[in-house]
């Protein structure tokens, strides 16, 4: 009798566990950096090819969950096609340093355990993001930097290249443009980017996916180029966990975009899964009292894409538009660049 019982509760619990998987939403969101984006100024061919990446990107991400895959593998994979694209700041349409190089940062972290890992200062690795895992799967550390994290990643067999894979000709005008910029300004302003007349599509095109799964697993991985002529090592929020990437599946998980500086100091992406755990609100509204009204009174201008803990989407940006992109079940994938909707 007593055994009966017990195959009658493992059973109802196994068809309990089913019905919960089979419920679970799977989503993606991804971006491609927030910033002024004119359409006046933007061909239809770019148009196209903008939305074309994108609706790739976040195709081949939501393929992944479709299949039952994780939702690391998702974002990992939408943000791998986004980093071989010469449209964005990441990867091979990386921007100039100051002195005509590349250096690379990115992120992940996943939120059931909050593992997480990061790579900043990259020159040679071709794909940040996946240092960025094997750093969070196959180390004991969170964050590796520079030279020491390109050992990690040769003895992990990832793919190095030579710092001119990821040159390219618009990159390397708005350098130009940015150090004529400089020279406008005061000698130490120049040096530490102070006062400098910039412009935000100078540095427009970090890259990022939040993803949830079957089994509600929430991550996000934000990867980038960082700031145009940027000097003396600067590391912005990209790689840093809680400032430009977040997830945790007792709240949402984040990515985001814009000045770094301004994220890092106001902790954007934990402060909005923070908002959703503790004061029970939706990860929309979090996400726009920190985007549009915390940073926006202080000057810091980007933006951020959200999947919260029960798979609901969203994203937020103060800026002219913002590369954009999801796919929910059920739903046709929608992709979108200026504020007002264009989805394609």
């Known amino acids: 009798m007593r055994r009966s019982i017990s195959l009658l509760a493992l059973c109802c619990f196994s068809a309990l566990a089913s019905a919960n998987q089979a419920t679970t939403p799977i989503a993606i969101v991804i971006h ?5 984006i004119n359409k006046s100024q933007m061909t239809e061919a770019q148009e196209q090819a903008y939305h074309a990446t994108l609706k790739h990107a976040v195709d081949t991400g939501y393929a992944v969950l479709e299949k039952g895959g994780s939702s690391v593998d998702a974002v990992t994979a939408a943000v791998l096609i986004m980093e071989d694209s010469p449209l964005f700041n990441a990867g091979k349409g990386a921007v100039y340093t100051y002195d005509e190089g590349h250096e690379l940062d990115a992120s992940i972290m996943r939120g059931d355990n909050l593992m997480a890992g990061a790579a900043s200062g990259l020159t040679h690795v071709k794909n940040p993001v996946l240092l960025a895992r094997a750093v969070m799967e196959k180390s004991e550390h969170v964050m590796l930097s520079g030279a020491g994290a390109e050992q990690f990643a040769k003895e992990q067999g990832l793919e190095l290249v030579e710092n001119s894979y990821f040159d390219t000709e618009f990159r390397y005008e708005a350098l130009k443009k940015a150090k004529q910029s400089m020279q406008k300004v005061p000698h130490q302003a120049q040096n530490y980017r102070l ?5 935000a599509e100078w540095n427009m095109g970090t890259v990022g996916a939040v993803a949830m799964d079957r089994s509600g697993l929430l991550t996000a991985a934000t990867s980038t180029g960082g700031m145009t002529a940027k ?24 990515s985001a975009t814009g000045h770094g500086e301004f994220f890092i100091r106001y902790r954007v992406a934990s402060d909005i899964c923070a908002r959703v755990k503790y004061q029970g609100i939706s990860a929309d509204k979090a996400a726009d009292q920190v985007i549009q009204q915390e940073l926006a ?14 798979g609901k989407v969203g994203w937020s940006f103060n800026t ?15 992709t979108e660049i200026f504020k007002e909707s264009s989805a394609k």
């Open 32 to 36: 491609g950096g927030a910033g002024t």
């Open 195 to 199: 006062t400098a007349p910039w412009q």
């Open 231 to 254: 000097r003396y090592g600067r590391i912005g929020d990209a790689p840093i966990i809680g400032a430009g990437n977040f997830a945790d599946n007792a709240s949402c998980a984040v």
């Open 297 to 310: 009174k202080v000057g810091g201008t980007g933006g951020v894409i959200l999947i919260d803990h029960k």
């Open 320 to 334: 002219e538009g913002m590369y954009r992109a999801k796919k929910t079940e059920g739903e046709a994938t929608i």
